[in-house]
Structure formats: C-alpha cells, structure tokens
C-alpha cells in the first residue's frame, strides 16, 4: 500500500519526528547520547561522501592492478631432482 504526503503534510511528519527523536535522546545517558552523536555524524558524512562520489562518475576511482602470470619466469633455478622423492621419506612411501 502506496502513501502520498502532501507538503502540508510533510513538514508537520518533519516536526514531530524531530520531537520524537528529541524526546527519545533527552532519556539516554551521556554516554549513550556520545555514541549516537558520532553514529549520526557518520551518517551524515556517509551520505555527503556518497553523493560527492556520484557527481564524480568515479573518474578518481583506481584501477585494480591483477597479477601477471609468468613474470619471474627462468629467475628462479630449482635443481633437476626437484620432483624426486626424498631419502628421509621412503619409510613412509608404499
């Protein structure tokens, strides 16, 4: 089910949800109202930051750097025998 507020409507919605949320962090302690101050702040600088980030089109975005196979190809020498079984393992081999 769909509601449409009027502007009437709408800025007196705005009033009493202000008094409500006043209402509401009159009750809480200090230490409580510290944390929901940082809380809102981040919020706000969140959606600040989201819309900056929209009029930019994400030019200033890095690019993802991948790996590249093959780059230390013949820098490393392993010996001949590299795949042999070891000596100190044949007890343990069938």
Not at 23 to 41: C, N, S, T
Not at 55 to 78: F, N, S, V
Request: glycine share 4%; hydrophobic share 40%.
């Amino acid at each position: 089910m769909q509601q449409t507020i009027n502007k009437e409507q709408e800025s007196s919605t705005n009033i009493s949800l202000n008094d409500e949320v006043l209402k509401i962090f009159a009750k809480m302690p200090d230490a409580l109202k510290i944390e929901v101050l940082h809380y809102a702040e981040y919020l706000l600088n969140k959606g600040i930051a989201k819309s900056s980030d929209v009029a930019i089109a994400g030019d200033d975005i890095p690019k993802k750097k991948y790996r590249q196979a093959g780059t230390m190809t013949g820098l490393i020498l392993m010996s001949d025998d590299f795949d042999e079984p070891l000596a100190e393992m044949q007890e343990y081999m069938y």
